[in-house]
């Protein structure tokens, strides 16, 4: 009888509702916390010694979420993944784990999710390893609500105001919002740049909204709440790859894809931050001790984590933990379970894992120990984060290090071995440590107890963590030149198809402003690849003749470029508008002219004349072009081919502008003489 | 929670105990009532041929829902009153049976006859069963009608034109209040109750049913306190000793009654009455501490949020001198009186389950 009775109370309550389908990514797919990724999916990192997926999901049970979709990529090791979860099974909750298959961004999985065509309702989009205490029902309600007034409205954000965070560590964080005040409408979102000084603001907000509220201190959470139509926007968009793509594709776009973008502010007291940092890390494990985000707090939990012993000033201590006679817990820390303290050791804002041993006299202060963590007599461990079954030798000081998995420090090489570099040194400032340092990975050859490929990729992590802020400067353009080619191909393939099967120029030019979203291309490179596609493809389509016919000459070329110009005119008329473009028309030319010498130099003069008549380069272009030294051509164009360009590249391809201005020095000559005729006859 | 072998556990505790975690039965009397379904539950329709085994079950349960919600002191009161009923209902039965062999009482007899202390619940009585949930049900009606019992004393306590002081908000008071003015008139100055601020509810519901209220900032409790006749509050439990654990501000409400000599009443449904003291060092089931930004800090000053550390705890301790009378449904009673009730309510062996 009782049974019904509680079973009836949460139906009675939320009967109306259908079931509610949250989606979790496990991956962020953006990998800038490092070194992290190497040894947990980030979302299983251990927050206040339980992971971080345990925190959500209980979170999910809290709202009475039904079905979760826990997306995780290839990458991710699927045996941690089910693990993790397994202890969830009894609880009313499904979770359907899913492996995706090699999706690189947020938006190829999105798009695979909807192919699969499980999600046919409004869900919850979870991203990356988020942790929230929000209860998602009323969320989603209020998106509901907000959908009867505007049908177009495809995404709830929910923002958390932190306030002035000028002095705060998430200050990095800090996006740009402007949206209606009364609707929360967002009108325009961007993400700031910490040193950026001027913000524009467009006149037409303020003309089409009577109150619009500006603000930079609100906080992504990465929870969204989303209408069906945003796996279709997703699958007919496919330029959106991450969510701030889509957002901002969505934002422009907003008349022509009909779709609104909302926000919701974090309901109080409710509280919510995605770990994006160690910074961010620290932020949320000292706010779960101080229990900012009850009721997910150790001694709470409906987990493993219950037998939590609270005390004053922020301490808690597991009933199954062992402190020794003299052990201070100074303040704002945590013992795990089964772990032991050494006699007069002195705990200060950390949080000691299960399991742990530690030593005598050992100090630690603002540092978060993961489980096994063994720490022998007299160490001293200051600012540092040290992963699972990591061995510290005694009389040790660890300052500022992020010390991976099952690494042995040992006295007799600690000081070779314990490089600190200066790793992000701005970014892990901590507000809260009585120094004003910073965390650093540490620079460890592991021991001899470590099998030597573990070693390799260990050292290899760390060195990359090292390294990473010379990483990120050159990390974007590999991915840039490859979206150019990408493109540039993809242009002369429907060029190609366009060309044999006659197709008329208009359907062409979407065709490329299709592709040029897809790969995400400024305008002055479409310009430029456009020429230089159409040029390859004479060449391309002049080489498949003259295998046929052995009897082609140069003049043959000259027809079939002639015969393609003519035809694809009204795609070059409607790119090359602007005098940035007919620059880069002329730097395509020039390309493509050093690319393959012996057919298209004689005809470079004919080609600038060609585009000459046709009204396409002006002749103030041309001349400008031709006296640019051949030393400056080089710098421009830097921009398209960035690659390892030794010297004697470098030579030739001053050899070769000094040849394409030689060839058409007649061509300028004569130009100079018509203007100098039309200047004189005016 | 999951130390105890969950097997042996009945799925209508585990279910109460989730559901009592995720916040779908709240407030005392819900649980109160649920956690005495769930037992009612056990006793019907798990086997056992002797109390001895009932018992046994009841109390593995019952230790189960208190871990799952060691804050809900009530839970182990069910639990205790369950046991006292069986053991009750055990002896009177057992008596019936020997009553009829030997029906002469005799003052020798009641001297020597062994006391409930010696009794090991090992005899098979086969009509214990309905016996008990026959006693349950009249349990059941007294939970029912306990709300009730007290507003019905309303107007013994309070006269006209008195001024009284209350903090937060307690269903109980409220009825209370709304008894009283249905034959006094008189004034109620609320304390809001920070940082809930559950006192705004109180005030409003007050004035709705025409009492002349006033809502005041709990920093004016001093103040206010020199003009109060009585102060009224609920409770959330009363400890053995006769002190309160109740609302965060009840403590300073008290200690400035104290002050000016202003009698102190709390309203006790008797289910609060537990037999546990306060100890120092066993805060975590004594108080719940939730988050700060419930009211003391706010949200959006990250500055504060992360630099500073800042407490948020539910409940106040009121130490049982500062408490002048308890309105429970059986009547008034002094604090000093308390350890009666318990005995007369448990039995000194469910004390410690």
Known sequence: MSV????????????????????????????????????????LLPVVTLPLLDYLIENLIRSRVQTVYLYYSSSLNKAKITDSIKHFQDKNIIIIPIQLNDSGSLGDALRDIDTNGCIRDDFILIRGPVFANIDLRTLMDLHRVRKEKDKNVVLTMVLRNLGNIKDSALKNESTLVVSTANTRRILHYKKLNSNEKKIKLELQWFLDHDNVHINTALFDTRIYVC?????????????????EDFIRGVLINEEFLDSRI?????????????????????????????????????????????????????????????????????????VGEHSTLGKNSFIKRSVIGPSCNIGKNVH????????????????????????????????????????????????????????????????????LSDCDSNFATILTE??????????????????????SPSLKDSSPPPAFQDDHEMFLSEVIDSLLRGYQDKLKCENLILEINSSRYAYNISIRQVSYNVIKAILNLSLLHYNSISKISLSSNNAEYYKILKTMLNFFKPIIVNYIKTPNAQEDCLRAIEDVASSSQELILPYVLNLLHFFYDNDILFEEKIIEWYEQDCDDIQDTSQDCDSDNEDCLKQESKKNIARAIRNTVAPFIKWLREAEEDSSTSS | MVSLAD????????????????????????????????????????????????????I?????????????????????????????????????????????????????SEGDQNMDFMKIVPSLKSALLEHINEFETELETCAENITQ??????????????????????????????????????????????????????????????????????????????????????????????????????????????????????????????????????????????????????????????????FDYVPPDLVTLFISNTGGNAPSYIYRLLGELYHRDDYEL
């Open chain 2, 7 to 58: 097997d042996k556990i009945h799925e209508s505790v585990l279910n109460l105990a989730k559901s009592i975690n995720y916040g779908d039965t709240k407030g005392t009397y819900e649980i109160v009532v649920a956690t005495v379904d769930v037992l009612k539950d056990i006793i019907t329709n798990t086997k056992w041929s002797r109390a001895k085994n009932l018992m046994d079950t009841i």
């Open chain 1, 227 to 243: 209408s069906q139509s945003v796996l279709p926007l997703f699958a007919d968009n496919f330029d959106f790859q991450t969510m």
């Open chain 2, 153 to 314: 004393q309303a107007s013994e306590h309070i006269h006209s034109n008195e001024i009284i002081m209350t903090l937060g908000r307690s269903r109980s008071v409220e009825q209370f209040f709304k008894k009283a003015a249905e034959t006094r008139t008189f004034e109620v100055i609320v304390a809001e109750g920070a940082p809930f601020l559950d006192g705004h509810e109180m005030a409003a519901n007050l004035s709705k049913a025409c009492i002349k209220t006033t809502l005041i900032s709990d920093v004016a409790i001093f103040a206010m306190m020199s003009r109060v006749n009585k102060v009224i509050i609920g409770t959330h439990t009363v400890m053995a000793n006769g002190g309160l654990r109740a609302l965060t501000g009840s403590h300073t409400v008290a200690q400035a009654a104290k002050h000016y000599s202003v009698p102190v009443m709390v309203l006790l449904p008797l289910y609060k009455l537990s037999p546990l003291y306060l100890c120092l060092y066993e805060q975590h089931a004594f108080n719940k501490h939730v988050s700060p930004l419930q009211g003391v800090i706010s949200t959006n000053n990250t500055a504060v949020m992360e630099n500073s550390q800042s407490y948020n705890p539910v």
């Open chain 2, 60 to 112: 593995l349960n019952g230790k189960h829902l208190i871990e799952a919600a060691p804050l809900e002191a009530s839970i182990g009161n069910m639990v205790r009153r369950i046991l006292q009923i069986i053991r009750e209902e055990y002896s009177l039965e057992l008596k019936n049976k020997t009553d009829e062999n030997d029906p002469q009482e005799s003052l020798h007899k009641i001297l020597t």
């Open chain 1, 262 to 334: 909302y926000w919701e502010p974090l309901i109080y007291p409710t509280y919510a931050l995605p770990i994006t940092s160690w910074k961010a890390y620290k932020i949320l494990s000292r706010d779960i001790l101080q229990r900012h985000c009850y009721p997910l707090v150790p001694d709470t939990l409906p987990l493993s984590l219950r037998n939590f012993i609270y005390l004053p000033k922020i301490i808690y201590k597991h009933s199954s933990s062992i402190l020794s006679k003299g052990c201070t817990l100074h303040s704002a820390s945590l």
């Open chain 1, 4 to 43: 019904n009775v509680i079973k009836e109370l949460p139906n009675n309550t939320y009967g109306k509702q259908e079931s509610l389908k949250v989606i979790v990514f496990a991956d962020e797919f953006i990998h800038d916390f490092k070194p992290i990724e190497k040894v947990y999916p980030s979302i």
């Open chain 1, 446 to 467: 592991n021991d001899h107890d470590i099998d030597s490929d573990e070693d390799a990729s260990l050292s290899s992590s760390l060195s990359s963590a090292s390294s």
């Open chain 1, 364 to 431: 630690i202060n603002n540092s978060y120990l993961f489980s096994y963590v063994q720490i022998e007599d007299n160490c001293e461990v200051t600012n540092s984060i040290i992963f699972s079954n990591c061995f510290i030798e005694k009389d040790l000081k660890i300052t500022d290090c992020i010390i991976l998995d099952a690494i042995k420090c040992s006295k007799n090489h600690s000081n070779a071995l314990i490089g600190i570099s200066d790793w992000d040194i701005e970014h892990m400032k901590e507000p």
